[in-house]
Every structure is written in structure tokens, then in C-alpha cells.
């Protein structure tokens, strides 16, 4: 399994950007997607996550009603909208798929639910 992000950059505080992920290879099961993001000297922390069954956003209380996954219609694809950027944003943003069903609530918020990782983008924001 693939994950190949894309769409991270500069971008002022205030701005928006727009970050993809798409995944590809052999067939998997595919329980939920997510973004994580980790900034320098600090620990991988869970962004958003859209699990399949019942389609369930899920999203850190730092970026809920700023930020906004979504998917296609294959639930291969995730992308996430970030408005009203702050300089706390700044980041590595992972994607990931989880191919584990949900043990319970907030299942999707931990990062070892998902076994499958993507490379990363870099979103900086300017104060």
C-alpha cells in the first residue's frame, strides 16, 4: 500500500491551504483514513480522521471548525482543508489508513491504529 501526500507550502497566518492523499497498490482493508501532523521537537499528534462505517469525522479540538476532511467516492482518497492557518500549525502532515476495524470511541485518534503511512508534507505557516 501507497500513500502519496501532496499539497503543503508556505502560507501566511490567516491563509488556507489544501493537502491531498491518495492510496494505491494491492487491494486492503481500509477501516478509516487520517491525518497526523508533527512539528519539530514535538511528539506525532492525530489532526483528523474520517472512518468508513458511518462515514464519522473525527477532529482535534486545535483544528475543529478550521479544518475539514473529506473523501472520494472510492474511499481511497482523503483531502484536508485548512482555513484560518496559525503559526501552531505549522508541521509535517502524514496521512494514514487504518486496516484495523474501531476497538471503541476515539479509536481513530491514536496513531497505532493504523499500520499504513505516508512520506509526509511540509505546511508552514508565517506569522
Known amino acids: 500500500v501507497q500513500l502519496q501526500a501532496s499539497g503543503g507550502g508556505l502560507v501566511q497566518a490567516g491563509g488556507s491551504l489544501r493537502l491531498s492523499c491518495a492510496a494505491s497498490g494491492r487491494t486492503f482493508s481500509n477501516y478509516a483514513m487520517g491525518w497526523f501532523r508533527q512539528a519539530p521537537g514535538k511528539e506525532r499528534e492525530f489532526v483528523a480522521a474520517i472512518e468508513w462505517n458511518g462515514m464519522t469525522r473525527i477532529y482535534a479540538n486545535s483544528v475543529k471548525d478550521r479544518f475539514t476532511i473529506s473523501s472520494d467516492d472510492a474511499r481511497n482518497r482523503i483531502d484536508l482543508q485548512m482555513n484560518s492557518l496559525k503559526p501552531d500549525d505549522t508541521a509535517v502532515y502524514y496521512c494514514?489508513?487504518?486496516?484495523?476495524?474501531?476497538?471503541?470511541?476515539?479509536?481513530?485518534?491514536?496513531?497505532?491504529?493504523?499500520?499504513?503511512w505516508g512520506q509526509g508534507t511540509l505546511v508552514t505557516v508565517s506569522s
Open positions: 494514514a489508513v487504518s486496516a484495523r476495524g474501531s476497538t471503541g470511541t476515539g479509536y481513530y485518534r491514536i496513531r497505532s491504529a493504523y499500520g499504513y
